[in-house]
């Protein structure tokens, strides 16, 4: 079955550390890939996408991802976190030409320590 | 309008009644989506429009859910006979075929059966 997992549930660090958020996905063909952020109380929002191309793909607040196809993952990283990036992150997978349907991880709770 | 409206925002329900919820999209995207989220979880894929046509429908949805997006605009979500089970957030999301700009997602209407 079509899924998407992410490794940490939550995440705890202080301004200025590196942020590194793991997702894998399980799709046998291709895949877009998506990462969603969700600040307390507001709605999900786009972080950045990958459809093909560049597997380095950036996105808004300075936020990145790689795109592994070998490892199945899709990454995400920030150098540098702000207290600001507090929120609730989900990485997100839908099968190519497929109707579009998105299968969501579990999230990732960032708690960042001013 | 520069986003997707969902109404209300929330509803207090007796187990038993019936409940139905409205999304308004974005006036261009043709596709419309509808999720559940659960405290702690990602958000779970119910059922999604190609303008008025309802594509497909996860087998999480049950006969007493129902959809509809009769112009391909406005869609409606109504559960019939509300279960306590049913309390979570529904979300609702557009975009356009080609996904370009993912997925836009609106603030939710949070459901509490009581």
């Known amino acids: 079955a079509q899924s998407v997992s992410q490794h940490n549930h939550h995440v705890i660090l202080s301004e200025a550390a590196s942020l590194e958020l793991g997702c894998n996905y399980s799709?046998?063909?291709?895949?877009?890939l998506f990462w969603y952020v969700q600040y307390p109380g507001q709605h999900l929002q786009l972080l950045l996408k990958?459809?093909?191309?560049?597997?380095l793909v950036k996105g808004i607040k300075g936020f990145e991802a790689e795109f592994i196809k070998s490892k199945f993952s899709f990454n995400l990283r920030k150098p540098s976190v702000q207290w600001s990036d507090t929120a609730e992150y989900f990485c997100?997978?839908?099968?190519?030409?497929?109707?579009?349907?998105?299968?969501f991880g579990q999230g990732t709770e960032l708690s960042v320590k001013p | 309008d520069t986003g997707v409206s969902q109404d209300p925002r929330h509803k207090i329900t007796k187990r038993g009644q019936n409940v139905t919820f409205r999304c308004d999209p974005i006036?261009?995207?043709?596709?419309l989506y509808w999720y559940r989220q659960t405290l702690g979880q990602g958000p779970e894929f119910l059922t999604y429009?190609?303008?008025?046509?309802?594509?497909?429908k996860s087998r999480l949805l049950s006969d007493r859910f129902s959809a509809e997006r009769p112009k391909g605009s406005f869609s409606t979500l109504e559960i019939q006979r509300t279960e306590q089970g049913d309390s979570a957030m529904y979300l609702c999301?557009?975009?356009?075929?080609?996904?370009?700009?993912?997925?836009?997602f609106g603030s939710g209407t949070r459901l509490t059966v009581v």
């Open positions: 999301a557009s975009s356009l075929d080609s996904l370009e700009g993912g997925y836009t």
């Open positions: 799709y046998g063909g291709t895949v877009n």
């Open positions: 990958y459809f093909s191309g560049d597997p």
């Open positions: 997100a997978g839908s099968i190519y030409n497929q109707g579009g349907k998105l299968i």
């Open positions: 006036s261009e995207h043709n596709r």
């Open positions: 429009f190609q303008n008025e046509a309802q594509l497909e």
